[in-house]
């Protein structure tokens, strides 16, 4: 049905919309990032100014340790994104292919663990991760933010499972293909899409998370969320520059890896059931 310009206008305008909101706070804390000290938060708002580098220069002097914390927060945040993942692809598969009253209960299970704050959830691991001697390692953020984002990992992985045709499967059995072969020749490489969804995610959810970090890290395992938060409460007040400047340098590592996955988002499901087949039967029949 052809629209009329009247409705494609309305519509171009609700999207301008959107994409403003939603950009502008991220160019007005960039553009700060780059502003002299004074120009900030000037009345009324200068647009036009001297960019300097004097925000980033401060930042690196005043909280030499802010570079530590964003190369913990990538190592936490890779680490969780991969286990993540992996755990999410594999049990999607599980709750997908399968059926029973212990898978129903667990998927229920799943759903209801979610909706806790997760404070209600960080307060009785403490005493059991000081035990452990976990607190304050990489390690111990990695499990938590696993454990903590693989429903929705696993939620979105059955969604994409499902659309893969169990033919494919069941040819490959046939072919003698062992349940772990049939996963990573047949399944896995078709929903690629899905696996980049729910990676996208959970980078976002982890390089952002504040509460685990504060609450079971304390030096070598602090994340950038955590620096920041004490550059707001600085008891020699607040260099709003550096803040800028630090929250810029943070945005970027996340719009990289969206910018790298674009492709694979936006990819389709499958390219087609017999072109997923004909490339297991020929990595199977490579001696």
């Not at 229920?108 to 009785?124: A, E, G, W, Y």
């Not at 970027?252 to 790298?260: A, D, G, K, R, S």
Request: hydrophobic share 55%; with cysteine; proline share 6%.
């Amino acid at each position: 049905m052809k629209r009329s310009p009247l409705h494609r206008a309305l519509r171009g305008l609700a999207f301008a919309a959107i994409f403003v909101w939603s950009l502008f706070p991220i160019l007005l804390v960039v553009a700060a990032s780059f502003k002299p000290p004074k120009d900030i938060f000037a009345v009324p708002p200068r647009v036009l100014f001297s960019p300097t580098l004097g925000n980033y220069t401060e930042l690196f002097r005043l909280w030499p340790e802010f570079s530590r914390t964003l190369w913990n927060s990538l190592l936490i945040t890779l680490g969780a994104t991969v286990l993540t993942v992996v755990a999410s692809a594999l049990a999607g598969w599980v709750y997908s292919r399968r059926r029973g009253t212990a898978l129903t209960a667990s998927a229920f299970f799943m759903v209801l663990i979610r909706m806790f704050p997760p404070i209600v959830i960080t307060l009785p691991l403490f005493p059991v991760i000081n035990m452990l001697r976990l607190n304050d390692t990489h390690l111990v953020l990695i499990i938590l933010y696993s454990a903590f984002f693989v429903s929705l990992g696993t939620w979105i992985m059955k969604a994409f499972i499902d659309q893969v045709p169990r033919e494919l499967e069941e040819a490959a059995a046939v072919d003698g293909a062992t349940l772990w072969q049939t996963l990573r020749r047949v399944v896995l490489p078709l929903v690629v899409p899905g696996m980049t969804a729910a990676a996208v995610f959970i980078f976002i959810f982890a390089w952002n998370e504040f509460l685990f970090a504060f609450v079971f890290t304390t030096a070598k395992a602090k994340t950038a969320p955590l620096i920041i938060s004490e550059m707001l409460g600085s008891v020699t007040g607040v260099d709003w520059g550096a803040v800028f400047a630090a929250a810029t340098i943070q945005l970027v590592p996340i719009i990289l890896f969206v910018t790298l996955l674009q492709r694979h988002l936006i990819a389709g499901l499958t390219t087609g059931a017999t072109k997923g087949y004909s490339c297991w039967y020929s990595a199977a029949s490579t001696p």
